[in-house]
Every structure is written in structure tokens, then in C-alpha cells.
């Protein structure tokens, strides 16, 4: 079975600083790790995903992410936040049997103030 | 990608009534939805599994006869929480996993309060 952990419930952080979102993972099999974003009154929207390959995945709004297997973490970076990035982030990892199965994180509130 | 359509976004019930979620894939035919649960402060639980034409797989723990799920079509599954008891209140969010398979698209939850 797999966890996820996100030891941050909320990150505050002023507009243009750089943030890190942190996720930890445990799993005895290899995995699929997701990042999802949740904007206020609406669904989850998949930012990123890494499957195999590069450890260094990105999205289009300037999110990365870096799978580092020694650490089992998969932690989310932004160099620099907008107001528009504040919103709750889950973490999540799916096991090779598919990507329908997803176990999540508790979840990172951001924050993001002028 | 996929739109997911869930109804309604909030509810309030009263105690031992019944309510039904909706859960729609508006833009293709989904055979599989995927039904979650979210605590206050706690991670999305994956509750069940919906089978468009059979019988839905219920997770470790989680009681089918008070969670009924109906998947009587492609674009639409249904979740009712039976006899809801305050405990029940909770956030469910259901989701479909596209045509590629390499993604999950979710609805944009129900929150249930019940009084």
C-alpha cells in the first residue's frame, strides 16, 4: 500500500517569492506521482505528473517538480508566485496498476499575498 | 481533456434521509468513475470504483448498502448516501480517468453537511 505525506497544511508566501510544497512518499512497489491544484469551488486539475524518464517535470503555469527516489519525495517548486497560484495542492501516487487508483496527500493550502 | 460535471456542489440533509450525487462525464463515454471521500483536514479517500453495467468495488472499509452506487450509463454515475447520519458530512468528489488512461479528471466535489 502507499501513503502520501504533505507536512505543510498551509504555506503563506508573498507574490514574486519562490515556494516549495512538500510531498513524501512510501510505497514497496515503484510509482506514479501527481501533482493536483484545486481552485476555490471547482474540481481538482492535474499540474503535473511524473511517469518515468527525466526526475525533473514541469508544468505550463512555471511549477516543477523533482521525483528523488532515495528521498521518496516529490516536492513542488515555484520560483516566483503570482496572487493567481493560491489555491490548495494535493499530492498523489498511483501504483503501476494504474493511474485510476490514487491515493492522496492531506493536502497544501498557498497562499499567496501582496 | 475531460469535463466532469457533479451535482449538486453542496448540500445540507437531515438526519437519516438520503441523498443523491450525480456524477457526469459531459464530453465522452466513461466505462469507470471513481468515487471519493474527503474529511476536514484529511486526504481524498477512494470510497468505490463505478462499472458502467455491473456492480461497483467498494473499498476496504467502506459500506455498500449505505453508499449505493449506480452507473447506468456512460456519461453518468450516481452516488446515494442512505439513512446519512452527521458522521456522513463530508466532501465527495468523483472523477474519470480519460481515453489514454494517463489521467484523472475530476468533478468539482459536493460538499454534504447533514444536521
Known amino acids: 500500500a502507499q501513503s502520501v505525506t504533505q507536512l505543510d497544511s498551509q504555506v503563506p508566501v508573498f507574490e514574486e517569492a519562490p515556494v516549495e510544497l512538500r510531498c513524501n512518499y512510501s510505497s514497496s512497489v515503484s510509482v506514479y506521482l501527481f501533482w493536483y491544484v484545486q481552485y476555490p469551488n471547482q474540481g481538482l486539475q492535474l499540474l503535473l505528473k511524473?511517469?518515468?524518464?527525466?526526475?525533473l517535470v514541469e508544468s505550463i503555469n512555471g511549477f516543477e517538480a523533482e521525483f528523488n527516489k532515495s528521498q521518496t519525495s516529490f516536492h513542488l517548486r515555484k520560483p516566483s508566485v503570482h496572487i493567481s497560484d493560491t489555491a490548495e495542492y494535493f499530492c498523489a501516487v498511483s501504483d503501476y496498476t494504474g493511474f485510476q487508483k490514487l491515493v492522496f496527500g492531506t493536502g497544501t493550502r498557498l497562499l499567496v499575498s501582496p | 481533456g475531460a469535463v466532469v460535471s457533479q451535482h449538486p456542489s453542496w448540500v445540507i440533509c437531515k438526519s437519516g434521509t438520503s441523498v443523491k450525487i450525480e456524477c457526469r462525464s459531459l464530453?465522452?463515454?466513461?466505462?469507470?468513475m471513481f468515487w471519493y471521500r474527503q474529511f476536514p483536514k484529511q486526504s481524498l479517500m477512494l470510497m468505490a470504483t463505478?462499472?458502467?453495467?455491473?456492480?461497483?468495488?467498494?473499498e476496504q472499509g467502506v459500506e455498500k448498502d449505505k453508499f449505493l452506487i449506480n452507473h447506468a450509463s456512460l456519461t453518468l454515475s450516481t452516488l446515494t448516501v442512505t439513512s446519512a447520519h452527521p458522521e456522513d458530512s463530508s466532501f465527495y468528489i468523483c472523477?474519470?480517468?480519460?481515453?489514454?488512461?494517463?489521467?484523472?479528471?475530476f468533478g468539482q466535489g459536493t460538499r454534504l453537511t447533514v444536521v
Open positions: 511524473y511517469l518515468s524518464g527525466s526526475t
Open positions: 472523477s474519470v480517468v480519460g481515453q489514454v488512461n494517463t489521467e484523472a479528471f
Open positions: 464530453d465522452f463515454q466513461a466505462t469507470t
Open positions: 463505478s462499472n458502467e453495467g455491473s456492480k461497483a468495488t467498494y
